[in-house]
């Protein structure tokens, strides 16, 4: 049970753990390509370098970003909803 | 070579559907005759069976396990086997083996006064070689003539197909910006190649 139960999670605590990386990674990309088009679009204000960094500031405190969080805690609440719905339903 | 192709995408996509056929859930309407519990020794088919009780000894080489009779809506028999999967696949996370027998045990009767279930379960019964699906839950009906929609294998199904479908996409426009050109690139110079070794031949047939 106990051993079941580890490998599990440690597998399961992988998974999210490169998805969870993996996405951040991919989603800091896409919020920069985004800026430079905004910037471009806003008629160039001062350096680029500057107005990207400002806005991945704002991204890093965001609620979209801590939306990826989810990839942890979604996975855990399924799990839990599936053990009460077959066992104690 | 095209239909060595369409043969392994065949047996391909058979696979995936052998895989979710056996794993999804599935509701049999039935009759429990009895229940009873019995000592497999498994061999060849140990891959259809369960693993011991969760918390019990495991790598053990036979173990009692449960068992439902029943008698199909069409009069057919169909036994289940009753075994917890717990934290292993497929995910049922089922733990209550022993309970769903004692519900199944309280839900028997006879032919002429029969209580219709529908009993969840995932696997596939087979004679050849002594397999049985995996009875999940019982629930009692008031009659038979019930319809049962799988919302759930519908949702599975259908977030599977759109996952299919932007792998597909993502590959197909892939293709066309990374390899059709390259292989145009290769039938070209191909093409130029060949009508100059070809002039060249008719160079040297003018010479004679």
């Not at chain 1, 079941?4 to 998805?19: C, E, H």
Request: glycine share 6%.
């Amino acid at each position: 049970m106990v051993f079941a139960f580890v490998r599990l999670a440690l597998v399961a605590f992988v998974v999210m753990t490169l998805a969870y990386v993996g996405i951040s990674i991919w989603s800091r990309q896409v919020r920069r390509r985004k800026l430079k088009r905004a910037w471009e679009e806003e008629g160039r204000p001062g350096d680029r370098a500057d107005y990207v960094e400002r806005g991945l500031d704002d991204y890093d405190d965001s609620l979209r970003r801590k939306l990826i969080l989810l990839i942890y805690i979604l996975p855990v609440v399924i799990v839990g909803f599936i053990i009460y719905l077959v066992n104690f339903m | 070579m095209r239909y060595v192709k369409w043969a392994l995408w065949a047996v391909f996509w058979l696979l995936i559907a052998a895989f979710f056929h056996y794993t999804l859930p599935q509701r049999d309407i039935v009759r429990i005759t009895d229940t009873f519990e019995r000592r497999v020794d498994f061999g060849e088919n140990s891959i259809f069976w369960a693993k011991a009780d969760t918390g019990n000894a495991s790598g053990t080489v036979n173990r009692d396990v449960f068992f439902i009779q029943s008698i199909r809506e069409n009069g057919r028999p169909m036994v289940y086997r009753n075994e917890d999967t717990g934290w292993g696949w497929p995910p049922y996370f089922k733990f209550d083996t022993n309970n769903l027998q004692t519900e199944a045990a309280d839900l028997r009767s006879t032919s002429a006064d029969p209580q219709w279930v529908a009993v969840t379960h995932y696997g596939w019964r087979n004679e050849f070689i002594s397999i049985f699906p995996n009875a999940v839950g019982v629930r009692a009906l008031d009659s038979p003539d019930v319809t049962l929609i799988p919302w759930f294998n519908i949702i599975i199904l259908l977030i599977f197909a759109a996952i299919c479908w932007a792998i597909r996409v993502r590959w197909i426009r892939f293709r066309e910006r990374r390899i059709d050109p390259v292989m145009e690139n290769v039938e070209d110079s191909w093409d130029d190649g060949r009508g100059r070794v070809s002039g060249w031949f008719a160079s040297w047939r003018k010479k004679k």
